[in-house]
């Protein structure tokens, strides 16, 4: 603030008109029984659960999705780009560990060629640096910063980034209709985030009938972060997974070659067609062994 600004203010003491009228200060002027605009909101896909969390990931702000293994994040972030995808718009994952699946996002509904994955390497100060670019370049519905479990090099490296980093990401992100979402197993932009959703999972349900095989998960979803509402409120998830029966055996790999013996059709007078006779792994019968 210049010193002629600050004479300004001290020669109109603490009226609020007086403020107003310093460009300087009028954007930090909070006007009393006056609610904050609302932010348009991108629901992340889970249809009457988003508006017990709030109405979903507010655009133009950093959004935070934390939860441990097995709490159901990663199939949150799918379900979000998911459902911008099928909107027929753009949406951009930063692969922090390099973890994503593209066969698991398509079955979804991920539309993968509107889709932009960027693979990190597990280093999440590249992560960050190229969600800032993708973020400035615009055009994105959902830019995702998918931080994974990282291993330890990784995680050092994450606590080298300077709270700056996400200053420059809230600032860059807070004039353009994008939803920036960090996922990971702990909140890492502080209070540059605008909203953050805790998951925890819950129980596991089993196939009744079948010899232990999974049938759902559920997880609580908790909003722990919100600037416009009261954090607190909470809503319970479920992921019902279709049990699988093989019905017939694997053929043999690799083929088998018969060796020419009467007895092929009986026993294993066979040898492996990768391996040949003779290769390792492998033994001819002789006379002796006879």
């Known amino acids: 603030m210049r010193t002629s600004d600050i004479a300004e203010v001290a020669a109109h003491g603490v009226e609020r008109a007086g403020l107003l009228a310093l460009p300087a200060l009028a954007p930090f002027v909070v006007e009393t029984g006056r609610a904050l605009a609302r932010r348009p909101l991108a629901p992340p896909g889970r249809g009457p659960r988003d508006a017990r969390l709030g109405g979903g990931f507010p655009r133009g702000r950093i959004s935070e999705l934390v939860g441990p293994r097995s709490s159901g994040r990663t199939s949150v972030l799918l379900r979000s780009l998911a459902r911008a995808t099928a909107e027929g718009a753009l949406a951009a994952l930063v692969d922090v560990t390099d973890g994503l699946d593209p066969a698991s996002a398509a079955a979804v509904g991920v539309a993968l060629p509107r889709l932009l994955w960027v693979r990190c390497g597990g280093r999440p100060d590249l992560g960050i640096k190229a969600a800032d670019v993708i973020v400035r ?99 319970t998830l479920a992921w019902p997974i279709e049990p699988r029966f093989e019905t017939s055996l694997p053929p043999l790999s690799p083929p088998l070659l018969p060796t020419g013996g009467e007895g092929d059709s009986r026993d294993a007078g066979c040898f492996p067609r990768a391996l040949g006779p003779g290769a390792r792994g492998t033994r001819t019968l002789g006379t002796r062994d006879a």
């Open 137 to 235: 370049g615009g055009g994105f519905d959902v830019v995702a910063v998918d931080l994974g479990d990282l291993a330890p090099h990784g995680a050092r490296s994450l606590a080298r980034v300077p709270p700056a980093a996400f200053v420059r990401l809230q600032r860059g992100v807070e004039a353009t209709p994008t939803v920036l979402l960090f996922v990971g197993p702990r909140r890492v932009s502080g209070s540059m985030a605008t909203v953050a959703v805790a998951l925890r999972p819950r129980g596991v349900t089993w196939v009744r009938s079948g010899p232990g095989l999974l049938a759902g998960l559920t997880a609580e979803a908790r909003l722990v972060r919100a600037r416009d509402r009261a954090p607190g409120a909470s809503a």
